[in-house]
C-alpha cells in the first residue's frame, strides 16, 4: 500500500448558506462538517498525514479538531491558505512530507465513501491519477456570451467530477509549480495535471457526495447525520 497524504482546503466562507461561520466549521449533529469529512479518511490504511489550509481565523480551530478527530500518531498541519483555492493547495503541497500518493479533497464534501477513496487510490496508483464523479444526469448544454446554445455534447462521455482527486506526489507537484511559472488558473486539480498530458482516469463515485453549497445542501447534511430542525 503506498502511503497517501490528504489536503484539504478548508477555507471557503459561509456566504452563499446565509451563515457567519466558514462552511468547513458549522457544526452538524455536534461536530463541525470538517470532522464529519476527515471521519471518512481515518480508515484508510495508507494515510499517513493531512494538511488543512483555512483562514488566519480558523487556524487554531482547525488545530483542534485534528487534534480530536485525528489517531494520536497522524501527522497533520495546518497553514494559511492562499487567496484562490489553487494558491492554498499549492502552499499545503509544500508542507507534504514523504508520500507517494496526495489527494485533495473539498472540506465540505463529508459523504464520500471510503470504499470510494480505495478505489480511487487504486486507480491513481496504476495510472498516476484518479477522480472521483458520477455520470451527468440531466443533457449539458454549451452556449456562447449572449447564452445562444452552440453545442450538444453526447451525454455518455460528460461526467461530473467530485473529490478526492488523487495523483502520484511528483506529477502533482510538477503541474502545481509549471501552472504557478505560467499562471495559469485551472478549475480543478486534475486540469492541472491534464494540461501536461498526463492520464487520469475517472473513477465512479456517488450523488451522496455532494459538496455543502447552498442552504439546502446544509439541510439536507443534517438529516443524513441524524440532526433534527
Not at 57 to 70: G, H, N, V
Not at 86 to 108: C, G, P, R, T, W
Not at 178 to 201: C, I, M, N, P
Request: negative net charge; glycine residues 6%.
Amino acid at each position: 500500500m503506498n502511503s497517501v497524504a490528504l489536503i484539504i482546503p478548508a477555507a471557503g466562507s459561509g456566504e452563499r448558506l446565509n451563515h457567519s461561520i466558514p462552511k468547513p466549521f458549522i457544526e452538524i449533529a455536534g461536530k463541525s462538517i470538517l470532522e464529519h469529512t476527515l471521519s471518512r479518511f481515518t480508515p484508510v490504511k495508507g494515510l499517513r498525514q493531512v494538511v488543512i489550509a483555512t483562514s488566519a481565523e480558523y487556524l487554531e480551530r482547525a488545530r483542534s479538531i485534528c487534534r480530536a478527530a485525528l489517531p494520536p500518531d497522524m501527522d497533520f498541519g495546518c497553514l494559511v491558505g492562499g487567496e484562490q483555492r489553487q494558491d492554498s493547495i499549492f502552499n499545503a503541497l509544500q508542507q507534504v512530507k514523504e508520500a507517494d500518493l496526495v489527494a485533495v479533497h473539498d472540506a465540505v464534501r463529508p459523504f464520500v465513501e471510503t470504499v470510494v477513496i480505495d478505489q480511487c487510490i487504486e486507480v491513481a496508483e496504476d495510472v498516476g491519477g484518479a477522480v472521483v464523479g458520477v455520470p451527468a444526469k440531466d443533457t449539458i448544454k454549451k452556449v456562447d456570451d449572449d447564452q445562444v446554445i452552440t453545442d450538444t455534447p453526447e451525454r455518455k462521455y460528460l461526467w461530473q467530477t467530485q473529490t478526492p482527486q488523487i495523483f502520484k506526489k511528483e506529477i502533482l507537484n510538477e503541474a502545481y509549480a509549471k501552472a504557478e511559472q505560467e499562471h495559469f488558473q485551472g478549475t480543478d486539480d486534475s486540469s492541472l495535471v491534464e494540461r501536461l498530458g498526463y492520464t487520469v482516469k475517472m473513477v465512479k463515485g456517488n450523488h451522496s457526495n455532494f459538496k455543502i453549497t447552498y442552504p439546502v445542501d446544509l439541510k439536507l447534511a443534517k438529516l443524513l447525520l441524524g440532526e433534527s430542525g
